[in-house]
């Protein structure tokens, strides 16, 4: 109820005046029109949100391209410091930001709270290797002198998506911001909130004009104009794998140069000598937090044929006792689905997976009829090609397929269109060496759930994705080599 009484507090201006584009450190209405975000918890309006057009994207590019110059020239001290700034203006408003995204998403007060503290975990990251970001090499030859520098590519668009929309933006944002690149931001309609807070927080950090703008709206005008742009030199996207191609043929005529962290249908292969109390822990964990939807969730559980009985037993009865409700009640694990769209997409796997002959074990209910609340669901007596198995369904619904042989399971892990994460549950080091060599993901984890450290790799193969982040890596994608060769 407290939480309640401070959101209300915090929503009150929105409902007042909705939610503008930001466009050189301006609010603009834009030429499109309004739409309406609904909280999923009961399906009330929020507030009016400007519906971004091709001439809102026009402006922000220009605003972008306009304050490129400057950004990228000021000393890499002076724009880390502003970088820090940031990091402690999300810090100061973390509540403010977890409690407009629970009402937003539909996501758990206990996950969101900390999600509001990685993005500022990101900005600070990022502002650390501000001052090493254009270093460069020497590479000695015969005639020459040859140094190598690195600079940054110029505006980019961000296309972020509704799952955890906060954390996720403050991913792209903050390395772009560090290279010396300007941002057009463009959130996902289904959660334009705490878009808006980001670029109010970056602006009162002392972020000049135009280096962050943020345009809202539909992917399909505000979306694609970007994607289509000129002046955008490169796209960072967070989404679906079909809206990952489609943004391709899209920027095909402005040759954009594209990173793309898309859908996943990640494996938890528990094998029967691992330790099954920790395994248990996980495979709930990464699944069942964030409302399952998040792109690295293990949605199949292959699970070794002799332990596969007391595994899911045990599994049952733990996913019976996972705490639907609201998602600002602190005790709440799972709250509503986002939408009336997602809602309705992952509720057809009821059916779908009871007419292709699984079983389902726990959950398979709508509950309620005020938000798009399900039980979290457990489907067992599953096979690989079913499509429960095969498609990314998105919510807290788990698929059990068993396994007899290693073989089998890695023939089964590898059997999807996808590759984003996988994870190992074996006390057999040779075996999990042989294995993770041989899965098709871009990142695994042996004997742990998902825990992101910073500085490796993040992103996916197959249609999981293309490019990586973290690290140096995202300084890869929004900067340029550059080449100088001096006779000697
Ligand atoms: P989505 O692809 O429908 O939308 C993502 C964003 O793209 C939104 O902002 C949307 O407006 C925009 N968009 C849609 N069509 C567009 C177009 N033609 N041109 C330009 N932009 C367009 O995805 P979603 O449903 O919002 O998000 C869920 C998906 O995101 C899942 O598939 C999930 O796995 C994926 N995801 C991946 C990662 C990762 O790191 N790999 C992380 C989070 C989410």
Redesign the pocket.
């Known amino acids: 109820e407290q939480n309640i009484e401070k959101l209300n507090g915090h929503l009150a201006r929105f409902q007042r005046s909705g939610i503008l584009h930001r466009i050189a450190g301006a609010d603009h209405a834009g030429g499109g029109g309004v739409f309406e975000t609904l909280s999923p918890v009961d399906k009330s309006t929020i507030c009016q949100v400007a519906r971004g057009d091709a001439g809102d994207i026009d402006k922000a590019a220009k605003a972008a391209k306009a304050a490129f110059p400057a950004w990228r020239d000021m000393p890499a001290k002076q724009r880390k410091a502003i970088l820090i700034k940031i990091a402690e203006g999300i810090e100061a408003r973390a509540e403010e930001i977890a409690l407009c995204e629970c009402w937003d998403t539909g996501q758990a007060w206990r996950f969101m709270s900390k999600a509001a503290i990685r993005g500022a975990e990101n900005f600070r990251y990022f502002a650390d290797q501000v001052e090493a970001a254009r270093d460069g090499q020497h590479l000695q030859s015969a005639t020459l002198m040859n140094i190598t520098t690195r600079v940054p590519i110029g505006p980019v668009g961000v296309?972020?998506?509704?799952?955890?929309p906060f954390m996720?933006s403050t991913w792209k944002i903050a390395p772009a911001l560090a290279a010396g690149c300007t941002v057009v931001h463009?959130?996902?309609?289904?959660s334009p909130l705490t878009a808006r807070i980001l670029v109010e927080i970056a602006e009162e950090a002392g972020l000049p004009p135009g280096v962050l703008n943020t345009v809202q709206?539909?992917?399909?005008d505000?979306?694609?104009a970007?994607?289509e742009h000129p002046d955008i030199k490169a796209?960072a996207?967070?989404?679906?794998?079909?809206?990952?191609s489609?943004?391709t043929k899209?920027g095909a005529d402005t040759l954009k140069r594209t990173h793309?962290?898309?859908?996943?249908k990640n494996p938890v292969i528990v094998f029967e000598d691992a330790d099954l109390e920790r395994a248990l822990d996980a495979v709930i964990f990464m699944i069942y937090s964030i409302n399952g939807?998040?792109?690295?969730s293990s949605s199949r559980l292959l699970i070794h044929e002799t332990i596969k009985d007391a595994f899911e037993s045990r599994l049952i009865e733990r996913v019976n006792k996972i705490k639907v409700g609201h998602p600002l009640d602190p005790a709440t694990e799972i709250g509503p689905l986002i939408s009336e769209e997602?809602f309705a997409k992952v509720t057809s796997y009821f059916d779908i997976a009871k007419n292709d002959g699984a079983q389902v074990a726990a959950g398979g209910e709508v509950l309620g009829d005020t938000g798009y609340f399900i039980r979290p669901t457990l489907f067992t007596q599953a096979n690989n090609a079913m499509r429960i198995a095969q498609e990314?369904i998105?919510g807290p619904v788990l698929t059990s397929i068993p396994f007899a042989s290693e073989d089998q399971a890695l023939q089964i892990a590898n059997d999807t269109p996808y590759g984003?994460t996988a994870y190992l549950w074996t006390n057999d080091l040779t075996r999990a060496l042989r294995f993770t060599d041989k899965l098709e993901a871009g990142m695994i984890w042996v004997n742990s759930e998902n825990v992101r450290h910073l500085p490796t790799p993040?992103?996916?193969v197959k249609a999981?994705?293309i490019g990586r982040?973290g690290g140096d890596w995202s300084f890869e994608f929004y900067m340029e080599q550059k080449h100088i060769g001096f006779a000697t």
């Open positions: 296309i972020t998506p509704w799952n955890t996720l463009k959130p996902a309609e289904a709206g539909y992917g399909e505000a979306g694609k970007l994607t796209i996207f967070v989404g679906e794998s079909r809206t990952g489609m943004i899209q793309f962290e898309l859908g996943g939807e998040r792109c690295t997602h990314e998105f984003l993040f992103g996916g999981s994705g982040d």
